[in-house]
């Protein structure tokens, strides 16, 4: 008889604990993916939305706004006529001095403005603005369009 008695606290103690590591296991394997999509989904934040450290609005004396945007020199070969033109979509957005997130702003970009398709890189255009700067802008998507 006392191995029956063992047997039902067994028991009792099976049908308590294992419903809890069953739900903490499933509470791990939602976490996981959950974390997987969060890493695979991209970058919280579009390249536009960071601000330009490079660019900002200030007012002089006299009133009148001054740009004071730190242009990248043109590469040798600028005159170049380019390989397309590229019209900008998103009001504000960054050109930068290399084809990643993390690199320098050169500068802002107001929406509509036609850029000069110099290269396409992986995501990215080297473009050149009506005052001879280059730099990457994000290709694609609601940043940027390519036009013939």
């Known amino acids: 008889m006392a191995y029956r008695q063992d047997e039902s606290l067994v028991m009792r103690v099976v049908r308590r604990v294992v419903p809890w590591i069953v739900l903490v296991a499933i509470a791990l394997t939602v976490w996981g993916w959950v974390g997987q999509y969060r890493d695979s989904s991209g970058p919280s934040t579009p390249p536009t939305a ?3 450290e490079a660019a900002t609005d200030t007012v002089t004396p006299d009133g009148t ?5 730190t242009d990248v020199a043109a590469p040798e ?3 170049d006529a380019g390989i397309g033109t590229v ?3 998103a ?3 960054n050109m930068r001095a290399e084809p990643s997130t993390s690199a320098a702003v050169v500068k802002t970009l107001d929406a509509d403005a036609r850029l000069t398709l110099l290269e396409e890189g992986d995501g990215w255009y080297r473009v050149r603005d009506a005052s001879g700067a280059t730099g ?3 290709a694609g998507g609601r940043y940027t369009e390519k036009v013939e």
């Open 77 to 79: 070969g600028a005159g």
């Open 87 to 89: 019209k900008v979509l």
């Open 50 to 52: 960071e601000p330009s």
């Open 65 to 69: 706004d001054s740009d004071d945007t």
């Open 136 to 138: 990457w802008v994000a």
């Open 91 to 93: 009001q504000g957005l």
